[in-house]
């Protein structure tokens, strides 16, 4: 049943690939490796059960948090980066207000 | 008494199959409707399916499987971890994105659409 | 006081779990050690208030919790049956929640819950409206939100009823 498991995993793991690829917007790749991170995590704890070592638990708390904080600094990077959205959208605010 | 338990035994482990079973068809749901759902701000949806029920039916699963163990606790933790940053990731992807001025794709939408609609009305009902 | 004590109790806890060395005396007084420092760190950043430890309001969270994962279940099924029916309906929507809990950190309840149910994700957060994506226009109901809103507000022993 854990081998059902993780084929499954790694199935839907090669899904959020293809969407990684195709997809035709910025954060639908970020999204896509979200939501691939968060299939690791569930891969390395079945994976820890598949060949009996409960070690690869601890990587996955690890790789939990990693993979929060990387998609936090992806987009604060792209946000700040790309300085004419900032500009634009502060542009439209003063617009509004005056 | 010996037999209780074992009856016991035998339900923790056929509980724990089917727990992983539904985790893993949760987790492929989620990931088919990524690849399906017409726009951004939808595809997060599909998205949000594999990050609640089927990481939490998968890590229920393990820990069914390994009883009460210390293994177990970190797999809570595990799931605790997910759960608290996973809606605060999406938020962020989706705030960033409606920020950023990617507008969202809003009224009906079909697989396969026999006429075609009015999508461009304004972004907020 | 309470507030550093609670929390340096759950750093410790947090330290036993991940470590699982019980019979070293050295490793259990650093774990010890570190998590009374991180507590200390807490306090120098000014963040060790009633957000950081809500020890006196946990047993309320807890009770929220169980409502929260029934709503969660139901919502997973409805969309998983959208997701899987060859002819897939989707009835975008964009609306704003207008009745929201009083205090932030409530708001902040508020704000995770909605995106952690399926279906709906929150995209903006201001001082008086959350604006809501959701994926069918039958989870736009007002009043399913303002339900939610109020049991947010419970859940973080907010008294009386909606701002």
New interface residues.
């Given amino acids: 049943m854990i081998f059902f498991a993780s084929i499954m995993l790694m199935a839907s793991m090669t899904l959020m690939l293809i969407r990684l690829l195709r997809g035709p917007e910025l954060y639908d790749r970020v999204l896509a490796v979200n939501s691939f991170g968060t299939k690791t995590v569930l891969f390395l704890c079945v994976f820890a059960f598949l060949i009996g070592r409960p070690d690869a638990v ?1 990587i996955a ?1 690890l790789y939990a948090l990693m993979n929060f904080i990387s998609t936090i600094a992806i987009l604060k990077f792209f946000r700040y980066r790309a300085l004419d959205i900032a500009l634009s959208r502060m542009n439209r605010n003063r617009g509004a207000g005056s | 008494m010996s037999e209780l338990l074992h009856y016991l035994e035998i339900a923790r482990h056929i509980l724990a199959s089917l727990s992983l079973l539904g985790g893993g068809f ?1 987790v492929v ?2 990931a ?2 990524v690849l ?3 726009d951004f ?2 595809r ?3 998205a ?2 594999t990050d ?2 089927g990481a939490v039916l998968v890590l229920f699963g393990l820990i069914l499987l390994s009883g009460f163990t ?1 293994l177990s ?2 797999l809570a ?1 595990v799931g605790v971890f997910l ?1 608290l940053t ?3 990731a ?2 962020a992807v ?2 960033a994105a ?2 950023a001025g990617l507008k ?9 659409p026999p006429p075609e609609e009015d999508n461009t009305k304004g ?3 | 006081m309470g507030y550093a004590v609670s929390l340096s109790l759950a750093m410790a806890a ?1 330290w036993l ?2 470590s ?1 060395h019980y019979d070293s005396t050295l490793l259990l007084s650093i774990g010890a050690g570190a998590s009374v420092f991180s507590v200390f760190l807490a306090w120098r950043l000014h963040i060790l208030d009633e957000e950081t430890s809500p020890y006196h309001k946990v047993w309320r969270l807890f009770l929220y919790w169980p409502w929260l994962w029934w709503e ?2 139901k919502t ?1 099924i409805t ?2 049956r959208t ?2 029916s ?11 929640v207008k009745e929201l809990p009083r205090t932030d950190m409530a708001r902040i309840i508020f ?2 819950s909605i ?11 201001d001082d008086d409206e959350i ?1 809501v ?1 959701a ?1 069918l226009k039958e989870m736009t109901n007002k009043n399913d939100f303002a339900a939610m809103g109020a049991r947010c507000a419970k859940a973080w022993g907010e008294k009386g009823s909606l701002s």
């Fill in positions: 601890d708390i | 949760f749901a989620g088919i409707g399906r759902m017409p701000y939808t997060v949806h599909a949000g399916v609640t029920l210390l606790a970190k933790l759960l996973s809606p605060t999406t938020h989706t705030n409606h920020i969202p794709r809003l009224g009906t939408y079909r697989t396969a972004p907020i009902a | 947090l779990v991940l699982g969660v279940i997973n969309i998983v997701i899987l060859p002819d897939m309906v989707l009835t975008p929507r964009m609306v704003r704000a995770n995106t952690l149910t399926p279906g709906t994700v929150s995209v903006d957060l604006i994506h994926v």
